[in-house]
C-alpha cells in the first residue's frame, strides 16, 4: 500500500515519449498470457504497450477496441503488452488481476506492476494511456485517455507496413461503443469520486483513520459524501465495519451525468448494497448492468468481489442525488466516476 502511495504522488509531469527508444519492460511482479516478454525480443514486430487498471472505467471502455486489434493483427506482426499498474490495494494482488483478465476476455499478454517499476520506468501517471513501439524500439504514437481509435489503428497498419509493405488491412474501426459514434453528445459531469480521505471530499468533518459515527445534516454537495452512521474513513477507501439488522447506515452525494460507476471490494465476502436516486429505488430506464430488483421493488447492487460496479446507466441526463445503504461489516468502497455522453438518432 505505501509502495502505491508513494508511486502516484511522484507522478506529476506529462512526458511525451513520441520519437525516443521505449524503456524495457522490467520488474513485473508476473505475467499472465504468456512467458515474460522483452521489447528487445520483439524487434520486426509492432508492440503496443497498454497502461491499464481493471476497475478503471476508462480503461474498460478503450478495451473493446485493444481486444479487436489483437483478433486483427497479432498474426500480422502486432503484439499488444497491458500493463497492470495498480490504483487500489486489491488490484494490486496477482490473483485478483489474474481473475479480471479472464473475466474480462484479454487473451494478449499481461505484465502486473503492482511494485510500479513499469510505470515509472515510462514516467507515467495516466490510466490508460497507450504506446505504439515501431520494429526498432522507437515509440511513434503516445496517446492518453480514451478516443482517437481510427488514429491509433492507422498507426499500427503503418507500422505494420514498414515491416512487410505486402500486408493487406481491413478497413479502420472508428467506433465500436455506441457512445463513441460521431455525434454523440457529451454533457458536463462530475469529476472522479475517491471515498478515503487522501483524495476525497466529505460535507463533514471526518476522522481519518478511526470508527466515527456521522450523521446526514442534509447539506448534499456536488463530488462531496456525507455519510450517515457508523463508518471508517481510511487513506484510499471508505469502510463500514458493523453488521446491522437494518440498511440504516449511507452514503449520499449529488452528481450530474447519466452514468454512475463505483469500485467496491469484499475481500471474498459477499453483501448487498441498496441505492436509491432521489430517495426512491433507480429506475428501470436508468439502472447500471450491475443492478437488481428485490421483490420489494428495492434497487440492489451485490458486492462479491473486488472491481468496478455499474450502478446508474441510460439517457437522462440531469442533477441527481444517490445513496448507498449498507448493513454489511464487509462494505469497503474506493471511489465513483461518471459519464454524460448521449446517443442522438
Known sequence: MKIILFAMLLQFTFFNWTGKKAPEINGGTGWINSTPLKLSELKNKVVLIDFFEYTCVNCLRTLPYLKEWHKRYKDKGLVIIGVHTPEFDFSSKFENVKKAVEELGIEYPVVVDSEYKIWNAFKNQFWPRKFLIDKDGIIRFDHVGEGAYGTTERKIQ???????????????????????????????????????????????RIKPDEESFYEDDGGYKEAQITLNGWFKVDAMKLLHLRRNEKFTDYVAFKFRGTEVNAVFNSDGRSYDVILTLDDKPIPKDMKGKDVFYDESGRSIVKVESGRMYNLISGEKYGVYTLKLYTNSDAFSLYSFTFGSCVVRE
Do not use: H, S, W
Not at 512487410?164 to 453528445?185: H, M, Q, S, W
Open 158 to 204: 503503418e507500422l505494420l507496413t514498414q515491416i512487410n509493405p505486402g500486408l493487406t488491412f481491413p478497413d479502420v474501426i472508428e467506433y465500436i461503443r455506441e457512445e463513441d459514434k460521431p455525434g454523440a453528445v457529451c454533457y458536463p459531469r462530475t469529476p472522479e469520486m475517491y471515498a478515503g480521505y487522501l483524495r476525497g471530499y466529505f460535507t463533514q
